[in-house]
């Protein structure tokens, strides 16, 4: 039985007949911030409630990486590989060295805490970019109940000069943020307010200043239903591949519903990966996920 819903015949082209989803693993309580891990083979990802890193690869299945992480969540690479992890519960973006310590880059602004870092990419000028919501401190599941004192956020960091800077403050539950293949757009998901029961579903889209460090506009660029998004990724072409609560929803560049992953739990995050960045891996609630596909994930550091 296929796994995928077409909805335009642009995404006919992007997905495979003989491929089918398949589940990797299980026995996780809220799988999020997948990173492929193309010299080593392996995807990382976190598994929050629990408060660890998990390992899957393909000679050795899933295997713990890491315990006692802070509640971890979103992650990526710098551009010299090292890995990029937020944190919930010491509000915290950290960088593993190359001999394994640990290095916290930030975790305060204007001298007050962040909230609880929830996702990070790296732009090409090796600035990090990560989004700061209250969903990590808002309960004791996730991260450990703690007092918010900074308006939820997006930060632009400078590993070079140390410099942080907030670039969206208007937002009121940023989550997942990805940039366009020549990074001239950002996209960032609003998942509106902790706690709130009808969360706002929207991926807003904003272009990116021609120096790197600022953003304008921020209109809507879609609304995710069923659900809403969560993490996203962007592809070679362009498209856009959101969470949602089905699954994984493909978007033109345009903002057009191209087609649809059905996945049976709801989808946290995902990002691309396998030799070829073709192989879509999915965190969804308690299982991993991958599905193969004939596009292959924009060249991100």
């Known amino acids: 039985m296929t796994c995928t819903v077409s909805h335009d015949p642009r995404f006919d082209a992007l997905v495979l007949f003989n491929a089918e989803l398949e589940t990797l693993a299980g026995g996780m309580r809220w799988c999020e911030g997948p990173v492929w891990l193309a010299d080593h083979r392996c995807l990382l990802f976190n598994d929050i409630p629990n408060d660890r890193t998990l390992r899957w690869s393909e000679e050795g299945g899933l295997t713990l ?111 997942g943020l990805a940039f366009s293949p020549d990074e001239r757009r950002l996209y960032l998901v609003e998942s509106g307010a902790a706690g709130d029961p009808s969360p706002q579903r929207h991926i807003r889209l904003y272009d990116v200043a021609a120096d790197c460090c600022s953003l304008s506009g921020g209109r809507v660029f879609h609304t995710i239903e069923p659900g809403w998004a969560d993490g996203l990724r962007v592809d070679e072409h362009g498209n856009v591949w959101s969470s949602a609560g089905d699954g994984v929803h493909c978007l033109a560049p345009d903002g057009t519903l191209l087609g649809r992953v059905l996945v049976p739990e709801r989808v946290a995050n995902l990002c691309f990966g396998g030799p070829f960045r073709n192989r879509l891996f999915i965190c969804a609630t308690s299982s991993l996920y991958s599905l193969f596909l004939n596009t292959r994930g924009a060249q991100q550091p």
Request: charged letters at 25%.
């Open 65 to 175: 990486f890491r315990t006692g992480t802070d509640f971890s969540n979103g992650q990526c690479r710098d551009l010299l590989g090292r890995l990029i992890t937020c944190h919930h519960r010491s509000r915290s973006l950290t960088r593993q060295e190359i001999d394994g310590r640990l290095t916290t880059l930030v975790s305060h602004f204007d001298g007050k805490r962040l909230n609880s870092p929830n996702d990070v990419v790296v732009h090409s000028d090796g600035t990090l970019w990560f989004t700061d919501p209250l969903y990590g401190i808002a309960n004791d599941y996730t991260g450990g109940r703690q007092a918010s004192e900074q308006p939820a956020a997006v930060y632009r960091f400078d590993p070079v000069s140390g410099a942080l800077r907030r670039v969206v403050s208007d937002v009121g539950g940023p989550n």
